[in-house]
């Protein structure tokens, strides 16, 4: 074996435990929440039919099976420029990269920031696919508090007494993966002072942006801080932008908008990692985001609302004094805080061999291992029968509990 050979770093790579409960979706009588992802029975498939068989027709297969540039399909980053635009954020092609996925960006993006020993600033909890991104570049994990009143100096000598600098702050500022919460305006702004007085950069992590059902949206990070420079070029603030939880998890497209050197970084860094993303990918996810992205969209905020007021009044109806949860205003998720005593992964172990139920412990989240009184609940996939059932035996499980 050649374990023994391997860098430092796998040592803290490790298996997801939400791609690993994924494979309970296929086990029968099972009720889960377990997964973040979009309900297929609502993906466009006429849209991406017809997109898929015009990329290939005789006039446009020659581009789509080719080679293309690692900054991406020059009418996509248009698209994504002028969708930017209506979010604050007007932009040139020039100052958008397309990934493979905005996981690829993270990756990318630990990988451009961080070496040994370096401070990463992220929530306590946060995404878990960040944290694994991340792992790789072996830095140190510092809790990013905006409702706290910690010292930009003393982020700077903690990150120094380890070795290192606070290289970037990483968060998701709209309903966040695993909270479901958001970041009001005037934390985004703290943010903003902090990374200024940091000099470091801020990772937007927007996945979940337009999934809003309810409440007035607030300004991304990088729309307010351009609002204060007037040039992106200026900016610290780097959006990670995506299409999996809008049009297609299954195509694997993201984007990055950023100052024009950082996307000339990413650039040298896409083309040493897999050159550029499937051409055809994004000749169809282009065609399909301009004909349709705006009612599609439209058409998830209705049914992803409807459940999460359906599992928010089964929440209500069936969880013991002591419970409690996020009300979140859009993304796919409820977090759900237990007494101290009561422990996710333990509760799942049983949840899965006594009520057919599953979801994700909280724990993996943090960075420092805590948390092992929560877990994260989605609700995207689920019908209002099977959030109804699934939340009752959770209920009934967690009552026998305590």
């Given at each position: 074996?050649?374990?023994?050979?391997?860098?430092?770093?796998?040592?803290?790579?490790?298996?997801?435990?939400?791609?690993?409960?994924?494979?309970?979706?296929?086990?029968?009588?099972?009720?889960?929440?377990?997964?973040?992802?979009?309900?297929?029975?609502?993906?466009?498939?006429?849209?991406?039919?017809?997109a898929t068989a015009e990329a290939l027709s005789d006039a446009n297969c020659a581009q789509a099976l080719q080679y293309s540039v690692s900054e991406g399909y020059l009418p996509l980053r248009r698209w994504i420029a002028l969708h930017m635009a209506g979010l604050g954020i007007p932009c040139a092609p020039d100052q958008v990269m397309i990934t493979s996925g905005s996981q690829q960006a993270l990756d990318y993006l630990?990988?451009?920031?961080?070496?040994?020993?370096?401070?990463?600033?992220?929530?306590?909890?946060?995404?878990?696919?960040?944290?694994?991104?991340?792992?790789?570049y072996e830095p140190y994990y510092e809790q990013l508090n905006l409702n706290g009143n910690r010292a930009a100096e003393d982020y700077r000598a903690a990150a120094q007494a380890t070795g290192g600098l606070v290289k970037f702050a990483y968060l998701s500022a709209d309903f966040s993966n695993p909270t479901g919460e958001t970041v009001d305006r005037a934390g985004r702004e703290?943010?903003?002072?902090?990374?200024?007085?940091?000099?470091?950069?801020?990772?937007?992590?927007?996945?979940?942006?337009?999934?809003?059902?309810?409440?007035?949206?607030?300004?991304?990070?990088?729309?307010?801080?351009?609002?204060?420079?007037?040039?992106?070029?200026?900016?610290?603030?780097?959006?990670?932008?995506?299409?999996?939880?809008?049009?297609?998890?299954?195509?694997?497209?993201?984007?990055?908008?950023?100052?024009?050197?950082?996307i000339s970084k990413l650039v040298l860094l896409k083309q040493a990692s897999d050159l550029h993303t499937a051409t055809l990918n994004q000749m169809v996810v282009c065609a399909v985001a301009e004909r349709a992205f705006d009612s599609h969209v439209?058409?998830?905020?209705?049914?992803?609302?409807?459940?999460?007021?359906?599992?928010?009044?089964?929440?209500?109806?069936?969880?013991?004094?002591?419970?409690?949860?996020?009300?979140?205003?859009?993304?796919?998720?409820?977090w759900v805080t237990l007494p101290p005593h009561l422990d996710g992964a333990t509760l799942l172990a049983q949840a899965i061999d006594t009520a057919k139920l599953a979801f994700?412990?909280?724990?993996?989240?943090?960075?420092?291992?805590?948390?092992?009184?929560?877990?994260?609940?989605?609700?995207?996939?689920?019908?209002?029968?099977?959030?109804?059932?699934?939340?009752?035996?959770?209920?009934?499980?967690?009552?026998?509990?305590?």
């Open positions: 074996m050649v374990e023994h050979m391997m860098a430092s770093r796998m040592a803290g790579m490790k298996a997801s435990e939400i791609r690993e409960l994924l494979k309970l979706l296929d086990q029968p009588g099972i009720i889960s929440f377990a997964g973040g992802i979009p309900d297929p029975a609502l993906f466009p498939t006429a849209d991406f039919a017809e630990g990988k451009m920031f961080l070496s040994p020993g370096d401070t990463a600033l992220v929530g306590w909890p946060t995404y878990l696919g960040a944290l694994a991104a991340f792992n790789a703290r943010l903003l002072a902090l990374a200024e007085e940091l000099d470091c950069p801020i990772l937007e992590d927007a996945a979940y942006q337009a999934l809003r059902y309810d409440g007035a949206p607030v300004p991304p990070i990088l729309a307010l801080e351009l609002a204060q420079k007037r040039d992106l070029d200026s900016c610290r603030t780097i959006y990670c932008g995506s299409f999996s939880k809008t049009l297609s998890p299954g195509l694997r497209l993201g984007w990055v908008v950023a100052a024009r050197p950082v439209a058409r998830l905020r209705t049914v992803y609302g409807r459940r999460r007021d359906r599992m928010l009044a089964a929440l209500a109806e069936h969880m013991p004094e002591g419970v409690t949860w996020t009300r979140p205003e859009g993304g796919m998720f409820i994700v412990p909280g724990q993996a989240f943090f960075a420092d291992g805590s948390g092992g009184n929560t877990l994260r609940l989605a609700f995207s996939c689920a019908d209002e029968a099977a959030t109804d059932e699934g939340i009752r035996r959770l209920g009934v499980l967690l009552r026998a509990q305590m």
